[in-house]
């Protein structure tokens, strides 16, 4: 262990990758189950998981005096976060480590902590959601695309960081919330009507544009405007993060992340680059897109004004 590291902070973050429950209270919570998941991938028995963790204490102690900037891709879901932040791996030295999300006992911690063991925790557990060899990290620039509007200020607080706004429509966003994920809804609202769980995803999608509004982001980016012209929206989101770049790697990022390359590798039986959606169009109920349209409609009012460059 890093010797500017106490020994009851490295015992926490060996404690949190190993019983991630410990920290979410529950085994059974999707953010403890996804941990636990990706331990179990990355080292199928206890000898190999020794070695693992080993090898992202070593990564993170390498990162303490390299020093990389983390990058925040904050975003109300449903917004094709997945997707851009796939594009943006294909540039060194960005890394895609997926929703990373901290329960509110380990905020609390990171708060009282030496600002170099919070990072440090969270270089580890950043390290360990992004599926690639960790002893090749060292200097990576980690994306973390959760949906971090309430917990952005305490990240923030601890590192200086480019943060990201990636918005979209916000009816569409709560349309893609209500009916693209039926996995992810019998595991957050079980037992739910349509219109019960819009309503739930109006609220969830106003208190984020309430809370991100108020801040400053580094770039603000329009998953409208980068589905229209992803090659001109990837350039200019990697120029904000200071990225070099040519044009044949916008290309082939673009490429290598587009639905064509997603249903050959299903084709293939291999694991698609990212997840769009291939389903058929979304079809909402009536009824409850009106109600979603006039639930959202102050909300689309504020996001409007702040995107032309107005007060929300």
Known sequence: MPGSIRPEICEKIMVYIREPETAWGDAGHRHAKKVARLLRERAPDARAADTYLERLVQTATKRQALKPKH??????????????????????????????????????????????????????VYLHHVSRDPDHLADARIINSAHLAMI???????????RILLVR?????????????????????????DQEYATKNCDI?????????????????????????PDFELARLLRALRIPF????????????SKDAVVAAAAEGKRPPTNL????????????????RTQMRETARRLDNFLRGGSP
């Open 71 to 124: 990058v925040y891709l904050i975003n109300p879901g449903s917004s094709g976060s997945h997707w851009i932040t796939k594009m943006l791996s294909y540039f060194h030295p960005l890394a895609d480590a997926g929703e990373v999300y901290f329960s509110s006992s380990v905020l609390g911690e990171l708060q009282v902590w030496p600002r170099a063991e919070a990072l440090y925790f969270l270089d580890v």
């Open 205 to 229: 999608v106003t208190r984020f544009y309430d809370f991100v509004l108020q801040q400053r982001f580094d770039a603000v980016v329009r998953y409208e405007d980068f589905v229209a012209r």
């Open 246 to 257: 040519d044009d044949s790697k916008i290309e082939r990022a673009i490429a290598q992340t």
């Open 277 to 292: 959606y291939l389903g058929d169009a979304i079809h909402a109920d009536p009824g409850v897109l009106d109600c979603i």
């Open 152 to 162: 952005n200020q305490p990240l923030r607080a601890l590192e200086d960081s480019p």
């Open 169 to 193: 429509d916000v009816v569409d966003a709560v349309v893609s919330r209500t009916y693209r994920k039926p996995e992810f809804r019998t595991d957050s609202a079980p037992g739910m009507t």
